[in-house]
């Protein structure tokens, strides 16, 4: 199983960027994907998840509103779009996968694969 996350860089306070995940090694359509991010010096926390089914979405809190995560199974990718972003954004921002899990139980359940993480700088 291979992740590939691309699209992180730096970018100033307010702009946006969007991450792309390219899944490889499964039946890509059967696993729900997330998003997760470590800042430096903190835990690695959960950001974004996508249903394997019906492309329900759930957010982390500090990220609602700002945030959205999209899936296109025809191409085993999955995106971030983040806008109005904040330095506190700041991370290496890994996908992560897991198999038939919905998005809100993505958020509480350690994902099975995972990315190497792409990094993401928000200046102000």
């Known amino acids: 199983v291979q992740l590939q996350a691309s699209g992180g860089g730096l970018v100033q306070a307010g702009g946006s960027l969007r991450l792309s995940c390219a899944a490889s090694?499964?039946?890509?359509?059967?696993?729900?994907m997330g998003w997760f991010r470590q800042a430096p010096g903190k835990e690695r926390e959960f950001v974004a998840a996508i249903s394997y089914s019906h492309g329900m979405s759930y957010f982390a809190d500090s990220v609602k509103g700002r945030f959205t995560i999209s899936r296109d199974n025809s191409k085993n990718t999955v995106y971030l779009q983040m806008n109005s972003l904040e330095p506190e954004d700041t991370a290496v921002y890994f996908c992560?996968?897991?198999?038939?899990?919905?998005?809100?139980?993505?958020?509480?359940?350690?994902?099975?694969?995972w990315g190497q993480g792409t990094l993401v700088t928000v200046s102000s």
């Open positions: 992560a996968a897991k198999f038939r899990i919905t998005a809100h139980t993505m958020a509480r359940t350690p994902p099975t694969h």
């Open positions: 090694g499964i039946t890509f359509s059967n696993y729900g």
